[in-house]
Every structure is written in structure tokens, then in C-alpha cells.
């Protein structure tokens, strides 16, 4: 710790802190019953393990134009994943697929 | 600190194998698409620690944003595909 200094102690953390969400997004895919609870794992939880792990770049890098270039890397992730995700979930509701629910539904007026 | 980037590297290159399995085993299509956009984006962002553990992160920085637009518009493209082979007048379906 002593020779990284303050600046890669901060970068270090963020980037085991990212590394935490990715672990936890797979475990999610791993263990979730259908596509629709699986894409909670993969929306959500992978995009903030990028994000933590490229904030912890740009904080080792400093201000610079690489830091600009992993900014914009950051921008088209928070961008792209959610996009990908919502894409995902209207083309398995529209082929038909029913998201998964824990015994028969409770509520009468539930949509079938 | 080129230590911590080479364990950050290895540990998503480890973490990689999940959606892999997820790829192989996946039920139904949509299973193994969630799976490939969670490798893609794990791959974008392990490029990118790969280039600070080599040394080369100016290299590496613009690898990593081709890749990640690929992986958008091919999976998009594959949703957009699924969509309209499922209801080919999903305008009118409803």
C-alpha cells in the first residue's frame, strides 16, 4: 500500500468494488429461474461493475486524453446495456414467453 | 499496481465462465443471448484492464469501444430478427 499511494488505493478499490457486481451479475445468471429474472442481472448489476471498474481507470489514469477516451467508453456501456436488455425483454414477451411466477397467481384479475 | 491490474484481469477472465455455461445450457434462445451480452460486456472492460496490466492502454482504449459497438448492433440485431420471425406483423398482433 505503502508504494501505490492514495490515488492507486482509491483506483484499486473501485476496481474490486466493480469486480463485486460482475460476480454477483453471474451468480444471478447462474440461479435465476427464466430469462426475464435473468435479465436483471445482466441489465443492471453488469452495468454497474463496468462502471465502477472504469471510474477506477480514470481515477489512476488522472485527467488526460486517455481518461476522456474511458469516459466515453463508460458513456456507450451505460448506453448500450440498457438498451440491449430492454430489446431482449420485448422480443421474449412478444414470442409468446411468460415470465416465471412462484406457484399459480394469487390475483383473479391478473393478466393471463 | 501492475499486480492489481493482472488479479483484476484474471478474476473477470475467471468470471467469464458463468455465462458461458449459461450460453451452453440456456433453455431457450433468449438464455443464451442475455449470456452472450454479459460475456461482451465483461470482454469490453477486461480489454481495458488488459491494456493498463500491459502497459499499451492507449491501444487497448480503442479496441475496447469497436468492441462494445459491435456487440450493439449485433445484438440488436439479433433481437430485432426474433421479434419479427416470432410475429411478422407484430404492428398489427396486438
Do not use: C
Amino acid at each position: 500500500m505503502s508504494e501505490i499511494g492514495l490515488q492507486g488505493g482509491v483506483a484499486a478499490a473501485l476496481m474490486i468494488a466493480g469486480l463485486f457486481f460482475f460476480a454477483v451479475g453471474t451468480l444471478g445468471i447462474l440461479r435465476f429461474p427464466d430469462p426475464f429474472t435473468r435479465l436483471h442481472p445482466a441489465g443492471k448489476a453488469d452495468t454497474l461493475g463496468a462502471s465502477l471498474i472504469i471510474l477506477g481507470l480514470i481515477v489512476f489514469e488522472g485527467p488526460s486524453l486517455l481518461s476522456l477516451k474511458l469516459l466515453l467508453v463508460e458513456a456507450f456501456i451505460l448506453l448500450s446495456n440498457p438498451t440491449a436488455t430492454h430489446a431482449l425483454g420485448r422480443a421474449a414477451l412478444r414470442e409468446g414467453l411468460r415470465p416465471w411466477t412462484q406457484g399459480p397467481p394469487s390475483d383473479p384479475e391478473a393478466p393471463a | 499496481m501492475s499486480a492489481v491490474f493482472q488479479g483484476v484481469a484474471v478474476a473477470m477472465a475467471l468470471l467469464l465462465l458463468p455465462p458461458l455455461y449459461r450460453i451452453v445450457k440456456g433453455p431457450t434462445v433468449y438464455d443464451r443471448l442475455i449470456g452472450g451480452a454479459m460475456m461482451g460486456t465483461l470482454t469490453s472492460v477486461l480489454l481495458l484492464v488488459m491494456g493498463y496490466a500491459a502497459d499499451r492502454a492507449d491501444m487497448y482504449v480503442d479496441l475496447s469501444l469497436g468492441y462494445g459497438l459491435a456487440l450493439l448492433i449485433g445484438s440488436l440485431a439479433t433481437t430485432k430478427y426474433l421479434e419479427t420471425r416470432a410475429a411478422p406483423e407484430a404492428g398489427e398482433a396486438e
